[in-house]
């Protein structure tokens, strides 16, 4: 590991103050960062450390939740309102790791955790556009099951980690950040980018920006939503493909529903074009699986991973299933 400085932020501000000097970065609960730190992958000058900053987790006058970047994972997960109104926010995390890293991640490092790609943590021996810009991509050619399928480019095909993160993007929450330009708000499908020709890039954050918090706005009354999350063991494994979806139903026909997949893109995929081919129609199997073939028919599938389309197809097919009979509400 290098050697590197650490200082304590005593609040927001003094944690901007510290952030802006070139080669700093935040330190939420370090599952991570830390990580990638001991591998060499990050090496950082100096960090700063927000876990103690404020963890609130609030309703807002509009019905929705408005929730500290700092607070710890099993919090949220916890949280009454949380488990009552947002099931599939709750699902994902419990999904997401062990109980001792629940207790330790926060929410603003969960944001901002990087793939989990062999080649990315391979600082000896392999090539990685997202850790070394230019130098290519060995996962392309080389062992690539749990990689993406969907918004890849030439230079990078690795998938996002978070599964909290899947339940965002369905949720449409929206993240609260401070800078030196000041503060702004992200809708949560504009703040991971796709990779494009710039893979080491994986936020749309600005150097020296905190994430202080995250939104999520009041799912309708009448939904229903889950999370569910398809691996090769049953812990300590990253999703194959994950689906996080709200369900609302009006009769026999879908009135409001919500997608977004995990395991299977750069960034937490929202399914745009699956939720536009079930909105107003009937809640059968057939029409989810042709909600999913939509979504996924400009995947470019790799060597190994071709099994992914078809996989998420039929865990969409399912969790929409339950949700319209009630049986996961």
């Not at 850790?131 to 918004?151: K, M, T, Y």
């Amino acid at each position: 590991m290098t050697p590197f400085d650490y200082a304590r932020a005593t609040d927001a501000a003094d944690a901007l103050r510290r952030g802006t000097i070139a080669g700093t970065a935040y330190l939420g609960g370090g599952t991570n960062l830390v990580d990638l730190m001991r591998e060499t992958v990050a090496r950082p000058e100096r960090l700063v450390d927000v876990s103690t900053l404020p963890a609130a987790i609030e309703e807002t006058d509009g019905g929705g939740l408005l929730i500290g970047a700092a607070v710890r994972n099993t919090a949220l997960a916890e949280h009454r309102t949380v488990r009552t109104r947002y099931p599939l926010l709750s699902r994902a995390i419990l999904a997401g790791a062990s109980a001792q890293i629940r207790n330790m991640a926060t929410v603003g490092g969960n944001l901002l955790q990087r793939t989990r790609c062999t080649y990315f943590y391979d600082t000896d021996g392999s090539r990685c556009n997202k850790r070394q810009p230019g130098s290519g991509c060995d996962a392309r050619e080389g062992f690539n099951r749990i990689h993406a399928v969907l918004g890849s480019s030439d230079a990078c095909v690795a998938t996002h980690p978070s599964d909290m993160c899947v339940a965002l993007a369905a949720l449409d929450a929206t993240v609260y950040v401070d800078g030196p330009a000041g503060r702004r708000t992200i809708p949560f499908s504009d703040f991971h980018r796709l990779p494009g020709h710039r893979p080491d890039r994986d936020t749309s954050l600005d150097r020296g920006e905190l994430v202080t918090a995250v939104a999520l706005p009041p799912l309708p009354a009448g939904a229903r939503s889950t999370y569910r999350k398809v691996r090769d063991r049953a812990s300590y494994a990253f999703a194959l493909v994950s689906v996080a979806a709200a369900l609302e139903m009006e009769g026999d026909r879908i009135k409001h529903v919500r997608i977004a997949f995990g395991g299977v893109a750069h960034k937490p995929w929202r399914a745009t074009k699956a939720e536009a081919a079930l909105q107003g129609g009937p809640a059968t199997q057939q029409a989810f699986l042709d909600a999913a073939a939509a979504e996924f028919a400009d995947a470019r599938p790799l060597r190994d991973n071709g099994f992914k389309p078809a996989l998420a197809g039929r865990t969409l097919a399912a969790v929409l299933e339950e949700l319209a009979m009630g049986d996961a509400a």
